[in-house]
Nanobody, 119 residues
Framework: QVQLVESGGGLVQAGASLRLSCAAS????????MGWFRQAPGKERELIAG????????VYADSVKGRFTIFGGNAKNTIDLQMNNLKVDDTGVYFC????????????WGQGTQVTVSA
């Protein structure tokens, strides 16, 4: 059963902005961290941005630092990803994920939302 749902993807030109959203759906759960992953065509899935709920500290992949910002919502299990100055290499399927154990791996996943950036 899907417990995280992403939205906000689309087709944009390089330099444009998008804001992705993720919210819990279905059965409730507790998360310690949440993050956004990206799977580009022909590439492995990678962590783009993560947020720790206890203090809302964040981490970013080097490729998106200064361009993307992850936000934790007032409600738990809700996050956004503000993506600015999009590049063609940002193209991929973006997945929302959550880790339900302290220091544990991401084990809750959304279905993904497609982001396509054209030159």
């Amino acid at each position: 059963q899907v417990q995280l749902v992403e939205s906000g993807g689309g087709l944009v030109q390089a330099g444009a902005s998008l804001r992705l959203s993720c919210a819990a759906s279905g059965r409730t759960f507790s998360s310690f961290t949440m993050g956004w992953f990206r799977q580009a065509p022909g590439k492995e899935r990678e962590l783009i941005a993560g947020i720790r709920w206890v203090d809302r500290s964040t981490v970013y992949a080097d490729s998106v630092k200064g361009r993307f910002t992850i936000f934790g919502g007032n409600a738990k299990n809700t996050i956004d990803l503000q993506m600015n100055n999009l590049k063609v290499d940002d193209t991929g399927v973006y997945f929302c994920a959550a880790a339900t154990a302290l220091g544990g791996q991401y084990n809750k996943w959304g279905q993904g939302t497609q982001v396509t950036v054209s030159a």
